[in-house]
């Protein structure tokens, strides 16, 4: 990278490394180490949930244990660094399977993860999904201050594909185009769907553009 100093670039590695952590760490279920990617203050914001990062995993852990299936691929990755501030955007799929009217399907959703990440010491606590991340003593470490992803464009295919599968198509249309697939499964396996999330164009993806703009100026996340 042209004109990076070590510091940049070791900033850069551990941006990417938490943003892989994070998708390698949840989609296992291993609730400790994905403890370890947020701020004591982070907070996500998903389609089906958007809570502080304890709450988050919590809901998390309960839909795990019901047999809730959600994965997440990750592809090209860029960020924007000001000082002890990021702005990270990642290519991601999100991949969810679930019976839907008595068929069983896969979504896979396509779109950036965005994540508002900060380099803060090493004061948050005792690592852990109870009592909130650190870095070693004396260290400083990035961490996920606000995640906000960006959903482009799903669809749905049944498993089997001799199944028939038939879709309420008022239902389908309360959703926005980028992610009403995803929004029809997880509203049929139970759960309330935020129907005003940023996607490849229009004013919530622009809102949070200016959102990150603000954040890496010294500003608030929200």
């Known amino acids: 990278m042209n004109g990076a100093t070590d510091a940049e670039l070791h900033d850069r590695l551990a941006i990417r490394a938490l943003v892989e952590n994070w ?33 988050f995993i919590a809901a998390s852990v309960a839909g795990w244990e019901k047999g809730v299936s959600i994965l997440h691929f990750l592809g090209g990755h860029s960020a924007e660094l000001a000082g002890r501030r990021a702005i990270a955007q990642t290519k991601m799929t ?50 996920v201050v606000l995640r906000q992803p960006i959903y482009e464009k799903d669809r749905m295919d049944p498993v ?45 993806v622009e809102a949070l553009y200016a959102r990150g703009a603000r954040w890496l100026a010294g500003g608030a996340p929200g």
């Open 94 to 143: 999100i991949s969810q399977r679930a019976a839907v009217h008595g068929v069983m399907v896969d979504v896979v959703c396509t779109g950036r993860f965005y994540d508002f990440l900060e380099k803060r010491d090493g004061d948050d606590g005792a690592a852990g999904p109870r009592s909130g991340p650190a870095a070693p003593h004396g260290r400083a470490r990035w961490g």
């Open 23 to 55: 998708a390698v760490s949840r989609d296992a279920g291993d609730w400790d180490r994905f403890a370890t990617c947020w701020h004591e203050d982070g907070y996500m914001c998903a389609t089906w949930c958007q809570a502080p990062w304890r709450d």
């Open 160 to 204: 089997d594909p001799a199944a028939r599968l038939a879709l309420d198509p008022a239902l389908l249309a309360r959703f926005p185009e980028g992610y009403r697939h995803l929004a029809y499964l997880q509203t049929q396996i139970g759960y309330a769907v935020k129907t005003d999330m940023p996607g490849l164009k229009g004013p919530e």
